[in-house]
């Protein structure tokens, strides 16, 4: 099973700063199958970042993946109201397909 | 547009069995490609897969978990549901369910708001 060890825990930050948030992969996540979903409460889970680096539809281009192998990051250059939440990385290499333990991102 | 939704009994006694179904909307699980998974999430702690069911009825269970979990198409392919045999309060949490495809795209693009589970007795 690959474990998937995110960084920090929590990120108290302010609007209009830049988030960076890390996701370690205990092994290998080929062809960067890698995916970045928030989390609200009350909220489905909004898909942003797949492929490591590609935005899903709709997500606004502050939000960007980057990284590959075991080391990836996903960054949010200039923090709206509405982006402080839950942030969880997650592999679709195999199954079981594991999520990290969510950094949220706190005001 | 694609939309899912859960639905399930909200509370069950320790012991007991689980049934969970997903509705979907815009898509069809018998399209080629389409997979459907449930996801949970207990207080505190990490998502967690749980079972996919892909549009050919392949299945694939969580190992930690397999003997306890059934996962099936409803009565329609609009529907996917799952079991959970011998429910426990650790099991307490929020149950999702979410679309993903094929190999590159084996991503979970739409997700259901959850439903959630509280065991107890």
């Known amino acids: 099973e690959i474990v998937l060890a995110q960084s920090p825990g929590t990120l108290s930050l302010s609007p209009g700063e830049r988030a960076t948030l890390s996701c370690r992969a205990s092994q290998d996540v080929r062809s960067n199958y890698l995916a970045w979903y928030q989390l609200k409460p009350g909220q489905a889970p909004r898909l942003l970042i797949y492929g490591a680096s590609n935005r899903a539809t709709g997500i606004p281009d502050r939000f960007s993946g980057s990284g590959s192998g075991t080391d990836f990051t996903l960054t949010i250059s200039r923090l709206e109201p509405e982006d402080f939440a839950v942030y969880s990385c997650q592999q679709y290499v195999r199954s079981p397909y594991t999520f990290g333990q969510g950094t949220k991102l706190e005001i | 547009q694609v939309t899912l939704k859960e639905s399930g009994p909200g509370l069950v006694k320790p012991t007991q069995t689980l049934t969970l179904t997903c509705t979907l909307s815009?898509?069809?699980?018998?399209?080629?490609?389409?997979?459907v998974s449930w996801i949970r999430q207990s207080p505190g702690k990490a998502l967690e897969w749980l079972a996919r069911?892909?549009?050919?009825?392949?299945?694939v269970y969580s190992s930690s978990l397999m003997t306890r979990l059934t996962i099936s198409k409803g009565t329609s392919d609009n529907q996917v549901v799952l079991t959970m045999t011998n429910m426990d309060p650790v099991d307490t949490g929020t149950y999702y369910c979410?679309?993903?495809?094929?190999?590159?795209?084996?991503?979970?693009?739409?997700w259901g708001p959850g439903t959630p589970v509280t065991v107890s007795s």
């Open positions: 069911i892909d549009w050919d009825d392949d299945k």
């Open positions: 815009g898509f069809s699980l018998s399209a080629g490609g389409v997979r």
């Open positions: 979410a679309r993903s495809g094929l190999a590159l795209y084996n991503y979970f693009d739409s």
